[in-house]
């Protein structure tokens, strides 16, 4: 089993196209208050829809839920510049992209290791 948290997307070219989170996961299956009130009330309810939602996304193309504004660094920019996007953005991993391919990512912990060895 895979612990990824983030997915990075590419078009066909190899192109970067944005990511998918297991946060914009959850949030897209995650049923609203109105959505639960009208499925009985209760907190077994919310998790009966919020399964259902899972099986019915787990069927259709991850495209729509892409983020297509993510945040990116290019590979020459300072780490400083990275953790204030991740500070600012409220992110854990940043996709470095350079001339619009993916050359890799960035973790809060990639940044900590850099200060620690580094300084």
Do not use: N, W
């Not at 995650?30 to 077994?44: E, K, M, N």
């Not at 990275?82 to 470095?96: F, S």
């Not at 990639?110 to 200060?115: E, F, I, P, Q, T």
Request: glycine letters at 10%.
């Amino acid at each position: 089993m895979s612990e990824v948290g983030q997915l990075m997307v590419l078009d066909h070219e190899g192109r970067f196209v944005g990511s998918l989170s297991e946060e914009d996961l959850v949030r897209a299956v995650l049923p609203g208050f109105d959505d639960v009130t009208a499925g009985g009330g209760t907190l077994a309810d919310a998790f009966r829809i919020f399964l259902e939602r899972g099986r019915v996304l787990a069927d259709r193309v991850v495209d729509p839920l892409v983020v297509r504004d993510a945040a990116t660094v290019r590979s020459t920019d300072e780490l400083a510049r990275a953790a204030i996007v991740m500070i600012d953005r409220g992110i854990r991993r940043l996709p470095v992209v350079d001339d619009g391919k993916l050359v890799g990512t960035l973790s809060r912990a990639d940044l900590c290791r850099a200060v620690i060895y580094h300084s």
